[in-house]
Structure formats: C-alpha cells, structure tokens
C-alpha cells in the first residue's frame, strides 16, 4: 500500500501488470493479449505502437466507420484510418469482424499506450477488482459485504461516460478536487493503482495524454457529506473538459426506503437506477 | 461490468418496460464448492421464464451460462414485470432456501424504474437492501452529448462501445428501407458482452428517430 507521497513507478505499474495475468477475452476463447502481434511505428502525438488500418489491404468500403464509438476512424481518398490520438484501443472495430479485407489490425500495445485498453475494453480484467470491465462490485454484491454500512454514501464517478471518452487529465482534476477536501478513493479499484501521489490525487504524469471510454472512481464517504459532494461535483462540471456521470449508492432505511432525497435534498436523479434486494445479506459472513 | 444504471429514457409513465435481474457471487465466495453450481441453476431458471421473449444470442448466452461455467454476474433483461415476479416466485420455492442452508451468499440485484423494483419487492416479499441513483452527466461537454432517443439507445451499452454515428447510420438506413427497425435493434444488441442490451426498446425507439427524420436531420 503506498503512503502518502509515495509516486507509481512505471515499472511497478508494469509488474502489477503482469500480476494481474491480463487477458483480453476475444472470440469466444481467452487467449494472451500478446498473441495478437503486428506494430508500426507512431507520430509524435501517440506514444507507442497502436492499432492501425493496414493501407495495402484496406478496400475503402467504409464499413468500419461508424463503428467507433470515439469517432476516431475516418475514410479519405478511399481507404479509412484511425486517428491514434482519439481511438481508445476499445477494440469495437476489430470484434465486429466487419473488415472483409482484415485489414483493421490490433497491435501489442506499450506503456503508457497501454492503460487506453485497459480503460476501454471491457474484455480486459482487472486483478484489483476481479471482474470484467471499469467497474467494482459496488452495489451489486453489497448484502455481501458491506462495503457501504449505513451511515455511509458511496460516489461513484465515471469520467468519459456517457458517449464522449475522456483523458487522464481529467481524471486527475476529480481525483485532486475529492482529495484536497479530505476524501480518499477506494482500494481495489483500477484508477486507485495509478494514483502515483496519494497526498494530492495526482496520477503519472506519462500517463494523463491517454484517452480512455471510461473509468471508475469510487469513494465512500460519512452521509454528512452530501452536500459537500455536491458542491464538489458542481465545481468539477465546470472544470472537467468531457463528461463524467455521477451515481450514488447508499443503504435503505429500515424499511427498505431510499435515503437519498433525505441527505441530497432535491438533486436531479434519473428515475431508474440498481437496487440490491438483499437476498445474501443473511447468508454472508460479512453481510448486513 | 453490466454498467446498467446511467440507462436513459426509461420513463415513469410507461413501467414495466425493462427490468434487468442480476446474480453476482461476491469475490471472495466465488470459490465457494457448490455456488457455481447453484449459478448454474439460476440461468436455466431465467431461461424456463423468459426463452420464448428473448431473441436467440441472449438464448445463447444463458444456454451456455447454465451448461458452462456461469459468468459472475449473470444478467437477463426482462421486458415483462409479470414474468420476473414468475422467476422470483420460483426462485423462493427452493433456490433461495437452499442457498441460505448452503451459505451461499449470491446477491440479487435488479436495475429498473424505482417504482418497478419497489412494486416487485412489496409483491414478492423481499425488502430493498442498497439503491444506486445515477445523477446524470456533468462536466464542460455535457450539452454536447446526443439527445433522447439517440441517447437511450447509446447507453444500452454500459461500456460505451455503441457508437452514436451507428446509431444514426442504422436510422438511415431505415428511412432508406434497407434494413428494419428489429433488424437495427439487433445490430447494436448483439456484440453486447454483457447481455443487457434490449432488443424490444431498442427496436421502439430506432423507430421512432426514423419517424422522426423522414424529412432529413
């Protein structure tokens, strides 16, 4: 665990890398992320090797256009190509199997190219959460484990989501503004990894040019913070260049009522949303 | 994953629409002998409630989930309320009884309109245990984000990975009578990995942004 003003190293970002045994699940059969090869070299605006469409076999038929999801591919003179500094490496393009030609070619990535993958494809796990994907068990198995125990609010924010993707630039300006007001993001979780000053939130510096679709910070927090959240998440809209959606999860009361108008007041909030109905929270352990 | 809580349009007025019933085995009970199994289960059911509304992937999916090894969560988007107070009723006769006398500690999740979860847990005996309220977009791009419909059908995908230019190619290529707005539905549900796309709403809505651009954008 790193104390405060301990910085990540790229190097012990990479050994915890490779402790983590990442995998990308692709077509219908894990297999080694390496196992997909071919590089070329890169403009200066993207670090790295990155994935590319091959020129030579590219028949312009455009069908992998409006695939991506970050707008990254374009089609000039008949033969599309992929911006490096706006593809996320989600891999949306390659999966869809929509080339008749093959030409959309995946590429072993490097650090810090690499956290744009881990961020963006879904398919990749995490070995801090265990699960496919950005996100951590949060609600979801919460009569399990308590995670959130009443008297609590868990804020869960997600910069880039929806549509719009974001840098680590941005996740740096959330992780300082909660940071500088006292809060510490929750372990285990893949952004907690990257944080390379815990006094400050600062992530690597080699890393905040990256663009990701998304990822998740998560806090747990007294429930006397509501307001001061809010405050911080107003502050945030204002400062942050993309999109960041905001969730709450928080324990029901006694009678299985939300608590959020109670503490958050009359904060807008999407008329659906997860409810944990608590069938584990007597057969657990740690349930509650 | 199964990013389902920043879905859009769901609308109060129209309940029933979609419910997503989730199972999920914290980590640390994953290893548990016996709760795969019991996971296992818990698809088939899903499968004996809802094959016959279900387009063939989420068949596919959960024919496999239940046969396999299950994924950890396991979903399925019910577009009928009637037919998950079926699966609960089911469920409580013996797979949540002897997941209590097992200590198996498999955690049900559901993602719909409040009211709906609410309407379910009251009929079906359960009380609600944490809520996730999802607040919405912030930040300086925020009113550049897509309107809607087109929205609604982008967040299908928690992930991010249905693009809005394939959205609006697809309700092109409607208008154009070249493809259906249940064949659109199914273009943008079936690479979903997670299984939480909802090819009946989906398909409401492509139709709808066809109408709506008959006469051009």
């Not at chain 1, 104390?3 to 699940?25: C, E, H, M, Q």
């Not at chain 1, 974001?166 to 990894?193: C, T």
């Not at chain 2, 994953?30 to 059911?45: P, R, S, V, W, Y």
Request: with cysteine; charged share 25%; proline share 6%.
């Amino acid at each position: 665990m790193s104390g405060p003003g301990d910085r990540i190293s790229r190097r012990r970002f990479l050994d915890k890398t490779a402790k983590t045994g990442l995998v990308v699940y692709s077509l219908g059969a894990w297999s080694p992320i390496s196992a997909v090869h071919g590089a070329r070299s890169s403009p200066a605006a993207a670090k790295g090797p990155f994935r590319y469409i091959d020129k030579s076999k590219c028949v312009g038929c455009g069908s992998c256009v409006p695939l991506c999801p970050m707008e990254a591919i374009t089609l000039a003179n008949e033969k599309s190509s992929i911006d490096p500094n706006e593809c996320a490496e989600c891999g949306t393009c390659w999966r869809a199997k929509v080339c008749p030609v093959d030409a959309i070619t995946p590429v072993q990535l490097e650090w810090p190219r690499l956290m744009r993958e881990m961020f963006s494809n879904p398919l990749v796990v995490k070995k801090s959460t265990g699960v496919i994907g950005r996100g951590t068990e949060e609600t979801k198995t919460n009569d399990a484990t308590n995670r959130y125990k009443r008297g609590q609010i868990g804020v869960i924010v997600e910069p880039g989501r929806p549509v719009l993707g974001a840098r680590f630039h941005d996740v740096e300006k959330i992780l300082k503004k909660f940071r500088s007001r006292g809060y510490e993001v929750v372990s285990q979780n893949p952004v907690a990894d990257l944080i390379a000053d815990q006094k400050t939130g600062a992530l690597n510096p080699e890393i905040l040019d990256e663009k990701i679709i998304s990822c998740v910070i998560e806090l747990i927090v007294p429930d006397t913070s509501a307001h001061d959240v809010m405050t911080a998440v107003r502050e945030l809209s204002g400062e942050v260049e993309s999109v960041f959606s905001v969730s709450i999860a928080l324990r029901a009361n006694e009678q299985g009522k939300s608590r959020f108008e109670e503490l958050f007041g009359r904060v807008y909030q999407l008329p659906n949303g997860k409810v944990n109905i608590g069938v584990a929270a007597d057969v657990a352990k740690g349930g509650a | 994953m199964t990013h389902t809580s920043q879905r859009r349009g769901l609308d109060p007025h129209r309940p029933g629409e979609e419910v997503i019933v989730l199972a999920m085995i914290a980590r640390e009970y994953q290893g548990l002998d016996g709760i795969q199994k019991a996971m296992n289960e818990l698809a088939a059911k899903m499968l004996e409630h809802g094959r016959d509304h279900w387009p063939k992937w989420t068949v596919d999916r959960l024919e496999r989930a239940a046969t396999g090894q299950p994924p950890s969560p396991l979903v399925a988007v019910f577009t009928e309320t009637r037919r998950v107070e079926n699966l609960f009723e089911d469920l409580k006769k013996k797979w949540l009884p002897r997941n209590r006398e097992k200590g198996y500690p498999i955690s049900l999740v559901i993602t719909a309109l409040f009211d709906d979860t609410r309407g379910l847990c009251q009929k079906e005996g359960f009380k609600e245990h944490t809520y996730l309220h999802s607040l919405g977009p912030f930040g300086k791009r925020a009113p550049q984000l897509p309107s809607g419909d087109e929205l609604s059908l982008i967040t299908m995908c928690g992930h991010g990975l249905i693009a809005k230019n394939r959205v609006r190619k697809l309700v092109e290529s409607i208008r154009k009578g070249e493809v259906t707005p249940a064949q659109a539905a199914e273009d943008i549900a079936r690479p979903c990995e997670c299984g939480i796309g909802n090819k009946k709403r989906a398909q409401e809505l492509f139709a709808r942004l066809a109408k709506k651009f008959q006469s051009g954008p």
